[in-house]
């Protein structure tokens, strides 16, 4: 058996609704982008959802509608795809790299509060302005403490929620009332409804895909309109029309210098039929989650992801685990763990080399390992099981025995 480490989910309705924008002959930005749009808002309660060509694009503009600039710092984790922190450089501004939690591997409202009481000067020179959040792996983040920090040092918060579609965040109070009554309620809150903007990746490996694509969510009017001109070379008007339609109008504006950004239909036609599937696929995940939950409890030197939310609250895009090779039965580390699970036929994954150990961001802000523990320390141990909905139970039974005869259970 072969048990590749990711697998996008496409199916008869994508091949058909792609087959249709190339029969249509109008293959890029047009009715079928608005579409997916729409339905996306409509999905996770947005006011707002402006689909581009990727999530690194999302989050660019994002950060660009905040009004990042050059003189800007931005609050970044330091366990995260380059991404998130590459978009900061974009704009000219600086990242300040934060720890994150050793068992969510998330930021916690606690430790931006520590880095605001050390470095209180950045709040006061103003130069301090954003947060970046990053759902790792589909576990949600304490949004409801990072907001309250972020709103009462005047910062503003953009979501990466690459790997939290869909995804849940808890709030306050009545902490065992239904999901259903606690969405009515607001104390749950779906992951793009809660900070200023929130960005989703379709790559590839990502919950729902479009080959490459990315969504911006938010409910500010401002941001919206800013991200609508930025995503097409700065155009100040809607001109999808202008090729297609006889009778349009010729003429533009250019209002700024912007950036080639938009999703085109024939990639917009796969997230339609995706997004339609998307609770469904979640829900595969979390069982295949829960199936190792039970099947790889006790076995000596695994240590199963411990999550600080409801199971079904987390969109298990990724199921990291930890090796500790003092506790393994043959004392075997992570990479001979992968090297074995290789010779099975079975993908595994490393979620992330830190970014303190990539060259550009080493040099360029002088950092070390020793500044951030929990990364390395996961870094070190962590190993990304295979989990997608288009895992066949035989699969997920393979992965099971298989890890049990490695570490010997
Ligand atoms: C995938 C990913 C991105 C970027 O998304 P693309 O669509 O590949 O540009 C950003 N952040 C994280 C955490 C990701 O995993």
Redesign the pocket.
């Known amino acids: 058996m072969k048990v590749p480490f990711a697998l996008p989910d496409c199916g008869k309705d994508e091949i058909q609704e792609v087959t249709e924008v190339i029969k249509s002959r109008w293959l890029t930005t047009s009715s079928r982008t608005l579409r997916f749009e729409k339905e996306f808002a409509e999905h996770i309660g947005a006011r707002y959802c402006l689909a581009v060509n ?3 694009a999302a ?1 660019h503009l994002g950060l660009e509608a905040l009004g990042i600039t050059r003189e800007n710092k931005v609050i970044v984790p330091i366990h ?2 380059s ?2 922190a590459e978009v900061v450089r974009y704009l000219g501004a600086d990242p300040v790299f934060v720890d994150v939690d050793r068992s969510t591997f998330c930021i916690t409202a606690e430790v931006i509060e520590k880095l605001l009481d050390r470095h209180g000067e950045m709040i006061n020179d103003g130069s301090l302005k954003a947060i970046i959040p ?1 759902h790792f792996g589909g576990h949600p983040c304490d949004m409801d403490g990072i907001m309250e920090v972020a709103q009462s040092s005047d910062l503003r918060v953009l979501e ?1 929620a ?2 939290a579609f869909p995804a849940f965040c808890q709030f306050s109070s009545q902490k065992d009332a239904s999901s259903k009554q606690r969405l009515k309620n607001r104390d749950l809150k779906m992951v793009g409804t809660i900070g200023d903007v929130t960005c989703f ?3 590839a490996t ?1 919950p729902i895909t479009t080959a ?1 694509g ?1 969504m911006l969510a938010t409910d500010d009017d401002r941001i919206n309109k800013r991200v609508q001109v930025m995503r097409l070379h700065g155009i100040n008007a809607d001109i999808w029309s202008r090729f297609s339609d006889t009778q349009a109008d010729w003429s533009y504006d250019v209002i700024a210098p912007g950036f080639k950004y938009n999703m085109p239909d024939i990639t917009a036609a796969l997230g339609i039929h995706q997004l339609r599937k998307a609770e469904q696929f979640r829900k595969r995940r979390e069982i295949i989650a829960k199936t190792y939950y039970q099947e790889l409890a006790n076995i000596p030197g695994l240590i199963l992801p411990k999550i600080k939310c409801s199971i079904e609250n987390h969109s298990w895009h990724l199921y990291v685990a930890l090796i500790e090779p003092k506790e393994t039965i043959d004392g075997i580390n992570r990479d001979q763990f992968i090297q074995k699970m290789k010779e099975k036929d079975i993908g595994t994954s490393v979620h992330y080399i830190p970014l303190h150990r990539m060259t550009y961001y080493r040099k360029q802000y002088g950092l070390r390992p020793e500044m951030f523990p929990n990364s390395e320390w996961v870094f070190q141990h962590c190993v990304s099981l295979p989990i997608y909905s288009a895992m066949a139970d035989g699969q997920v039974e393979y992965v099971v025995d298989s890890i049990r005869e490695i570490l010997k259970r």
Do not use: R, W
Request: zero cysteines.
């Open positions: 990727s999530g690194t989050l995260t795809f991404a998130t990053v990466d690459a790997h990746s379709f790559y990502k490459e990315g």
